[in-house]
Protein backbone atom coordinates (compact mmCIF):
# COMPACT_ATOMS: atom_id res chain seq x y z
CA UNK A 1 0.00 0.00 0.00
CA UNK A 2 2.59 2.67 1.07
CA UNK A 3 4.82 1.68 -2.08
CA UNK A 4 1.65 2.02 -4.08
CA UNK A 5 1.28 5.43 -2.45
CA UNK A 6 4.93 6.59 -3.34
CA UNK A 7 4.40 5.90 -6.80
CA UNK A 8 1.18 8.18 -6.87
CA UNK A 9 3.14 10.63 -4.80
CA UNK A 10 1.02 10.74 -2.34
CA UNK A 11 3.36 9.52 0.38
CA UNK A 12 7.16 9.81 -0.21
CA UNK A 13 9.36 7.98 2.12
CA UNK A 14 11.54 9.69 4.03
CA UNK A 15 14.69 7.71 3.31
CA UNK A 16 15.16 4.80 0.92
CA UNK A 17 18.01 2.38 1.42
CA UNK A 18 20.08 2.06 -1.88
CA UNK A 19 20.92 -1.47 -1.41
CA UNK A 20 17.82 -3.12 0.20
CA UNK A 21 15.49 -0.75 -1.15
CA UNK A 22 13.77 -0.66 2.29
CA UNK A 23 11.64 2.28 2.59
CA UNK A 24 11.43 4.58 5.94
CA UNK A 25 9.55 7.03 7.22
CA UNK A 26 9.43 9.19 10.34
CA UNK A 27 7.01 10.54 12.71
CA UNK A 28 5.53 13.39 11.47
CA UNK A 29 4.19 11.45 7.85
CA UNK A 30 1.62 9.97 10.01
CA UNK A 31 0.00 13.57 9.73
CA UNK A 32 -0.12 12.93 6.11
CA UNK A 33 -0.70 9.07 5.82
CA UNK A 34 -3.69 9.80 8.37
CA UNK A 35 -5.08 12.17 5.56
CA UNK A 36 -4.71 10.27 2.67
CA UNK A 37 -6.46 6.82 4.48
CA UNK A 38 -9.48 9.18 5.66
CA UNK A 39 -10.16 10.87 2.04
CA UNK A 40 -10.18 7.28 0.78
CA UNK A 41 -12.56 6.05 3.31
CA UNK A 42 -14.73 9.05 2.28
CA UNK A 43 -14.89 7.61 -1.17
CA UNK A 44 -11.85 9.69 -3.14
CA UNK A 45 -9.89 8.35 -5.50
CA UNK A 46 -6.47 8.58 -5.22
CA UNK A 47 -6.37 10.96 -7.94
CA UNK A 48 -8.68 13.27 -5.61
CA UNK A 49 -7.20 12.80 -2.62
CA UNK A 50 -3.74 13.94 -4.15
CA UNK A 51 -5.67 17.00 -5.00
CA UNK A 52 -6.71 17.60 -1.89
CA UNK A 53 -3.45 16.99 0.06
CA UNK A 54 -2.17 19.41 -2.24
CA UNK A 55 -4.83 22.00 -1.04
CA UNK A 56 -3.74 21.30 2.74
CA UNK A 57 -6.92 20.14 4.13
CA UNK A 58 -7.63 21.29 7.95
CA UNK A 59 -9.19 18.78 10.28
CA UNK A 60 -12.34 20.87 10.76
CA UNK A 61 -12.94 20.41 6.91
CA UNK A 62 -12.40 16.50 6.71
CA UNK A 63 -14.88 16.33 9.60
CA UNK A 64 -17.06 18.36 7.15
CA UNK A 65 -16.61 15.88 4.53
CA UNK A 66 -17.28 12.55 7.16
CA UNK A 67 -20.62 14.51 8.03
CA UNK A 68 -21.40 14.33 4.14
CA UNK A 69 -20.26 11.27 3.30
CA UNK A 70 -22.48 9.93 6.27
CA UNK A 71 -25.31 11.47 5.19
CA UNK A 72 -25.12 10.08 1.82
CA UNK A 73 -24.27 6.50 2.80
CA UNK A 74 -27.50 6.53 5.45
CA UNK A 75 -29.36 7.79 2.04
CA UNK A 76 -27.73 5.14 -0.30
CA UNK A 77 -28.63 2.31 2.55
CA UNK A 78 -32.20 3.91 3.03
CA UNK A 79 -32.72 3.49 -0.59
CA UNK A 80 -31.16 -0.12 -0.69
CA UNK A 81 -33.11 -1.23 2.16
CA UNK A 82 -36.57 0.51 0.19
CA UNK A 83 -35.62 -1.58 -2.60
CA UNK A 84 -34.92 -4.60 -0.92
CA UNK A 85 -38.56 -4.42 0.73
CA UNK A 86 -39.92 -4.00 -2.55
CA UNK A 87 -38.63 -6.95 -4.10
CA UNK A 88 -39.53 -9.17 -0.89
CA UNK A 89 -43.33 -7.69 -1.59
CA UNK A 90 -43.07 -8.56 -5.21
CA UNK A 91 -41.97 -12.50 -4.50
CA UNK A 92 -44.74 -12.32 -1.82
CA UNK A 93 -47.33 -11.59 -4.46
CA UNK A 94 -45.46 -14.24 -6.86
CA UNK A 95 -45.51 -17.31 -3.63
CA UNK A 96 -49.49 -16.03 -3.22
CA UNK A 97 -50.61 -16.67 -6.78
CA UNK A 98 -53.11 -19.34 -6.55
CA UNK A 99 -53.36 -19.08 -3.26
CA UNK A 100 -55.89 -16.60 -2.44
CA UNK A 101 -59.01 -16.28 -4.04
CA UNK A 102 -61.71 -13.49 -5.08
CA UNK A 103 -64.17 -14.60 -2.72
CA UNK A 104 -62.09 -13.29 -0.13
CA UNK A 105 -63.24 -10.22 -1.10
CA UNK A 106 -66.47 -8.83 0.72
CA UNK A 107 -68.39 -5.80 -0.25
CA UNK A 108 -70.50 -3.76 2.43
CA UNK A 109 -71.31 -0.38 3.51
CA UNK A 110 -69.04 1.34 5.43
CA UNK A 111 -70.39 4.24 7.76
CA UNK A 112 -69.53 7.52 7.77
CA UNK A 113 -66.31 8.20 10.58
CA UNK A 114 -65.91 11.39 12.80
CA UNK A 115 -62.15 10.96 13.25
CA UNK A 116 -59.33 13.72 14.12
CA UNK A 117 -55.68 13.36 12.71
CA UNK A 118 -53.08 15.16 10.20
CA UNK A 119 -52.31 15.65 6.45
CA UNK A 120 -49.64 14.85 4.36
CA UNK A 121 -48.94 15.08 1.32
CA UNK A 122 -46.76 11.92 -1.08
CA UNK A 123 -45.58 12.85 -4.12
CA UNK A 124 -47.39 9.45 -5.61
CA UNK A 125 -49.72 6.24 -4.38
CA UNK A 126 -46.02 4.32 -5.49
CA UNK A 127 -45.44 2.39 -1.85
CA UNK A 128 -42.03 3.88 -2.27
CA UNK A 129 -43.66 6.95 -1.69
CA UNK A 130 -46.28 6.45 0.78
CA UNK A 131 -44.13 4.40 3.49
CA UNK A 132 -41.72 7.24 4.53
CA UNK A 133 -45.12 9.31 4.72
CA UNK A 134 -47.97 7.39 6.29
CA UNK A 135 -45.71 6.04 9.42
CA UNK A 136 -44.49 9.42 10.86
CA UNK A 137 -47.86 10.96 9.75
CA UNK A 138 -49.47 8.28 12.99
CA UNK A 139 -46.53 8.45 14.78
CA UNK A 140 -47.46 12.27 15.69
CA UNK A 141 -50.98 11.91 15.96
CA UNK A 142 -50.36 9.43 18.59
CA UNK A 143 -48.84 11.66 20.18
CA UNK A 144 -50.84 14.84 20.15
CA UNK A 145 -53.80 12.19 20.83
CA UNK A 146 -52.32 11.68 23.72
CA UNK A 147 -51.07 14.75 24.58
CA UNK A 148 -54.80 16.46 24.57
CA UNK A 149 -55.94 12.90 26.53
CA UNK A 150 -57.93 11.93 24.08
CA UNK A 151 -58.80 8.07 23.69
CA UNK A 152 -59.34 6.75 19.93
CA UNK A 153 -63.04 5.15 19.38
CA UNK A 154 -61.62 2.64 16.83
CA UNK A 155 -58.45 1.91 15.12
CA UNK A 156 -56.44 4.16 12.72
CA UNK A 157 -57.38 4.54 9.10
CA UNK A 158 -55.06 5.91 6.22
CA UNK A 159 -56.97 7.72 4.00
CA UNK A 160 -56.12 8.93 0.36
CA UNK A 161 -56.80 11.24 -2.21
CA UNK A 162 -54.87 11.63 -5.53
CA UNK A 163 -54.63 15.04 -7.42
CA UNK A 164 -53.65 15.19 -11.13
CA UNK A 165 -54.32 11.63 -11.98
CA UNK A 166 -52.73 7.84 -11.48
CA UNK A 167 -49.15 10.18 -11.46
CA UNK A 168 -50.36 13.06 -9.11
CA UNK A 169 -49.57 13.75 -5.33
CA UNK A 170 -51.30 11.79 -2.93
CA UNK A 171 -52.76 13.78 0.32
CA UNK A 172 -52.13 11.39 3.14
CA UNK A 173 -54.58 11.33 5.85
CA UNK A 174 -53.69 9.34 9.09
CA UNK A 175 -57.30 9.48 11.31
CA UNK A 176 -58.70 8.15 14.23
CA UNK A 177 -61.98 8.16 15.22
CA UNK A 178 -63.07 10.17 18.06
CA UNK A 179 -66.68 10.46 19.98
CA UNK A 180 -66.31 14.10 20.18
CA UNK A 181 -65.11 17.22 18.62
CA UNK A 182 -61.61 18.15 18.71
CA UNK A 183 -59.99 21.42 20.25
CA UNK A 184 -57.97 23.17 17.53
CA UNK A 185 -55.43 23.93 20.02
CA UNK A 186 -54.61 20.23 20.20
CA UNK A 187 -52.74 20.86 16.52
CA UNK A 188 -55.15 18.21 15.16
CA UNK A 189 -57.92 18.13 12.39
CA UNK A 190 -61.28 17.34 12.04
CA UNK A 191 -62.29 14.68 9.88
CA UNK A 192 -65.57 13.15 8.37
CA UNK A 193 -65.33 10.57 6.06
CA UNK A 194 -68.09 10.33 4.60
CA UNK A 195 -70.44 7.16 4.30
CA UNK A 196 -69.71 4.50 1.72
CA UNK A 197 -72.47 2.58 -0.13
CA UNK A 198 -70.99 -0.24 -1.74
CA UNK A 199 -67.04 -0.92 -0.42
CA UNK A 200 -64.75 -4.22 -1.73
CA UNK A 201 -63.24 -5.02 1.45
CA UNK A 202 -60.17 -7.36 1.83
CA UNK A 203 -58.94 -7.95 5.20
CA UNK A 204 -54.77 -8.50 4.80
CA UNK A 205 -52.77 -10.13 7.13
CA UNK A 206 -48.93 -9.48 7.67
CA UNK A 207 -46.43 -6.35 7.27
CA UNK A 208 -47.68 -3.67 4.88
CA UNK A 209 -44.60 -4.53 2.76
CA UNK A 210 -46.75 -7.34 1.70
CA UNK A 211 -49.85 -5.68 1.00
CA UNK A 212 -49.39 -6.20 -3.37
CA UNK A 213 -50.47 -9.35 -2.75
CA UNK A 214 -53.82 -8.20 -1.31
CA UNK A 215 -54.11 -5.18 -3.79
CA UNK A 216 -53.81 -6.84 -6.81
CA UNK A 217 -56.39 -9.95 -5.88
CA UNK A 218 -58.79 -6.89 -5.27
CA UNK A 219 -57.85 -5.70 -8.80
CA UNK A 220 -58.64 -9.03 -10.23
CA UNK A 221 -61.80 -9.31 -8.01
CA UNK A 222 -62.90 -5.35 -9.81
CA UNK A 223 -62.28 -6.92 -13.52
CA UNK A 224 -64.47 -10.14 -12.69
CA UNK A 225 -67.35 -8.51 -11.46
CA UNK A 226 -66.84 -5.50 -14.10
CA UNK A 227 -66.80 -2.90 -11.32
CA UNK A 228 -65.32 0.49 -10.82
CA UNK A 229 -63.41 2.30 -8.03
CA UNK A 230 -64.48 5.10 -6.71
CA UNK A 231 -61.51 6.21 -4.76
CA UNK A 232 -58.56 5.22 -3.26
CA UNK A 233 -58.24 2.19 -0.95
CA UNK A 234 -58.70 2.94 2.92
CA UNK A 235 -56.85 1.32 5.27
CA UNK A 236 -57.80 -0.15 8.56
CA UNK A 237 -55.48 -1.00 11.07
CA UNK A 238 -57.30 -3.96 13.15
CA UNK A 239 -54.19 -4.86 14.28
CA UNK A 240 -50.55 -3.46 14.22
CA UNK A 241 -49.03 -3.95 18.00
CA UNK A 242 -46.27 -6.68 18.26
CA UNK A 243 -44.52 -7.80 15.06
CA UNK A 244 -45.20 -6.58 11.59
CA UNK A 245 -45.73 -10.40 10.40
CA UNK A 246 -48.86 -10.59 12.65
CA UNK A 247 -50.25 -7.57 11.70
CA UNK A 248 -54.38 -7.34 10.46
CA UNK A 249 -55.17 -4.57 8.08
CA UNK A 250 -59.00 -4.39 6.15
CA UNK A 251 -58.47 -2.60 3.22
CA UNK A 252 -61.47 -0.98 1.82
CA UNK A 253 -62.07 0.30 -1.35
CA UNK A 254 -65.18 2.42 -2.37
CA UNK A 255 -66.97 1.54 -5.43
CA UNK A 256 -68.65 3.40 -8.32
CA UNK A 257 -72.67 2.90 -8.51
Known amino acids: MLRHYDALGLLRPARTDPYTGYCFYTADQLSRLNRVIALKEL ?20 RGMLRLRQAQLAQEAAAARARLAR ?31 LTAVAASFDPAAITPVVGPLFDEVCRLLDAAGIRPQGPGIAHYVQHGGEEGPV ?6 PVGADVPAA ?28 SEQL ?23 AGEPATWVTELQLPLAE
Open 171 to 176: EVHALF
Open 43 to 62: GFSLQEVGRLLAEDVAPAEL
Open 87 to 117: AGARLHVIESEGHMSTQDVVVKTLPAVRAAG
Open 186 to 213: TGLRAFTLPAVTRAATLVHHGSMDTVLA
Open 218 to 240: VGRWLETENARPAGLTREVYLEC
